[in-house]
């Protein structure tokens, strides 16, 4: 039977903690097309205190959950277990997307890992539900490890190639607005490196990355507009594969 909780407490957090993946769901005001989409690597989510969490948001084929955010705010994400001890839980909330050029970045980035090169955003969501409900129809499935793919393809990415991809994510499929044109692109730093991911959560965030290379360039005024018929056909926050 379902549960609602007051707060993230520290039973959830460890079960948030020990999911490798989770899933995002938000859609238009009104009509439109409702979109979720699946979230890997274990350093981009974290929980910021006991009814905030937040997630880094990286590059994709489109901008869907920015695009929501902006127009109305709403969130669920839905974390599930697959393992022995079956449990699905889900945080309602608001969100909001911050930019890497905020004045909150800094702050709100130390909760995170630093390996990761196409960082468009930090989602950060203000939960006012907290429910369990049981996964008893939830398949048994191992982990076998986080799949590189989308920090490589963005690690090949040269500085010139990334306001193109700003421009691409200008907008949602339903047409609202997603990204600003003056977002900053990150910069290639070539691929990711391997990491070991933050620090445990009872041990505090995660140490900032040393060294004096930044990790964004400055918007450009002459980046390339969005392609006619809106930035891509895809509906998922993530990039196709391929190079």
């Not at 549960?3 to 039973?11: I, M, N, Q, S, W």
């Not at 905020?102 to 930090?122: D, K, L």
């Not at 600003?180 to 692109?185: G, L, T």
């Amino acid at each position: 039977m379902g549960k609602l909780y007051e707060r993230l407490d520290d039973r959830l957090r460890d079960f948030i903690a020990n999911q490798p993946m989770f899933f995002v769901a938000t859609a238009p005001l009104s009509g439109g097309h409702v979109n979720v989409s699946p979230k890997g690597y274990s350093d981009t989510f974290a929980v910021l205190d006991d009814h905030t969490v937040g997630y880094l948001e990286l590059y994709g084929s489109g901008a869907e959950t920015v695009a929501h955010l902006r127009e109305n705010g709403r969130i669920t994400i839905m974390f599930c277990s697959f393992g022995r001890s079956p449990k699905i839980l889900r945080l309602y909330g608001t969100g909001r997307a911050i930019r890497p050029d905020s004045g909150e970045w800094e702050g709100v980035a130390r909760h995170f890992g630093v390996r990761h090169v196409g960082v468009r955003s930090i989602i950060v969501v203000h939960i006012h539900r907290i429910a369990d409900s049981c996964g008893y129809s939830v398949p048994y499935m191992g982990f076998a490890g986080e799949r590189p793919m989308l920090d490589d393809q963005h690690g090949r990415r040269s500085a010139d190639q990334w306001p193109e991809r700003v421009a691409r994510n200008a907008a949602s499929i339903d047409g609202l607005p997603a990204l600003e044109p003056d977002h900053p692109a990150p910069l290639s730093q070539g691929p990711a490196p391997l990491s070991q991911g933050p620090a445990p959560l009872s041990q505090g965030p995660a140490p900032r990355s040393p060294g004096p290379t930044p990790l964004f360039q400055a918007p450009v005024s002459d980046a390339p507009k969005p392609a006619p018929g809106g930035p891509g056909a895809a509906i998922s926050d993530q990039p196709d594969p391929g190079p």
